[in-house]
T-cell receptor, first 116, second 113 residues
C-alpha cells in the first residue's frame, strides 16, 4: 500500500515561471491537505481539498497560488510567476475522512521548490 | 490553539531513553496533545496523541501531567534512526478546522552512537 506520493521531489524554477506540484493521496483517501515549510520555520497549513472541492484555502496566499483535486488524478498545487520567496518545501498529506481526533495525517516526502 | 514551548535541541545516547518535554500551560480542557516528528528531508510522521491519560503505542509513550500544563514524549530505546525534529502540537479534538496543524520549531533530537 503506497503512501502519499509527491512529485517532483525537487523542482527548480526561474523567477516568473510556473511551478506545478503533484500529490497522489494514499489509496482510499479522498481528503488532501497542503502545507508549506519555509527555511528554518515550521510547517504551515495552506489548503484542504476533497475530490473536486476546495474546503478551506485560508492558508493560501491570495495571489498566484491555486490548488485543485480533480475527480481523476492527483491533487495539483500551482504557483504562477514564482518569486524567490516561494522557495520552500511543500508537503501534501491525506486522510480517509475529514481529520478528527483519532485520525492522523499521512504526509508525503515533499517537493523542494527552489526559485533562482 | 494553545501555544507550546519545547527546547530547541537535545542529545541522547543510542539505546537509552529519550525524554522530550513540552510545555502547554494555556491548554484548555478539550484540547489534545499531539506529537509528530520530521526526519531530515522527509514529511512529518505521526507518533502519538493524548488528552489526559498517559498513552503508549509501538513507537513511544506520552506522559501528561495531572494539570495538563506539560507533557513528555518518551522514546524508550532511542536508535540512530530516531534523530529528527519532534513537534508537540495542541489541537481541538473535533469540529472546526482541526486539520490545521501548526508546527512550531520543535526539538531537534540527536541520537549519538
Amino acid at each position: 500500500n503506497a503512501g502519499v506520493m509527491q512529485n517532483p521531489r525537487h523542482l527548480v524554477r526561474r523567477r516568473g515561471q510556473e511551478a506545478r506540484l503533484r500529490c497522489s493521496p494514499m489509496k482510499g483517501h479522498s481528503h488532501v491537505y497542503w502545507y508549506r515549510q519555509l527555511p528554518e520555520e515550521g510547517l504551515k497549513f495552506m489548503v484542504y481539498l476533497q475530490k473536486e472541492n476546495i474546503i478551506d484555502e485560508s492558508g493560501m496566499p491570495k495571489e498566484r497560488f491555486s490548488a485543485e483535486f480533480p475527480k481523476e488524478g492527483p491533487s495539483i498545487l500551482r504557483i504562477q510567476q514564482v518569486v524567490r520567496g516561494d522557495s520552500a518545501a511543500y508537503f501534501c498529506a491525506s486522510s480517509p475522512i475529514r481529520i478528527s481526533t483519532n485520525e492522523k495525517l499521512f504526509f508525503g516526502s515533499g517537493t523542494q521548490l527552489s526559485v533562482l | 490553539d494553545a501555544k507550546t514551548t519545547q527546547p530547541p535541541s537535545m542529545d541522547c545516547a543510542e539505546g537509552r531513553a529519550a525524554n522530550l518535554p513540552c510545555n502547554h500551560s494555556t491548554i484548555s480542557g478539550n484540547e489534545y496533545v499531539y506529537w509528530y516528528r520530521q526526519i531530515h528531508s522527509q514529511g512529518p510522521q505521526y507518533i502519538i496523541h493524548g488528552l489526559k491519560n498517559n498513552e503508549t503505542n509501538e513507537m513511544a509513550s506520552l506522559i501528561i501531567t495531572e494539570d495538563r500544563k506539560s507533557s513528555t514524549l518518551i522514546l524508550p530505546h532511542a536508535t540512530l534512526r530516531d534523530t529528527a525534529v519532534y513537534y508537540c502540537i495542541v489541537r481541538l479534538y473535533s469540529g472546526g478546522s482541526n486539520y490545521k496543524l501548526t508546527f512550531g520549531k520543535g526539538t531537534l533530537l540527536t541520537v549519538n552512537p
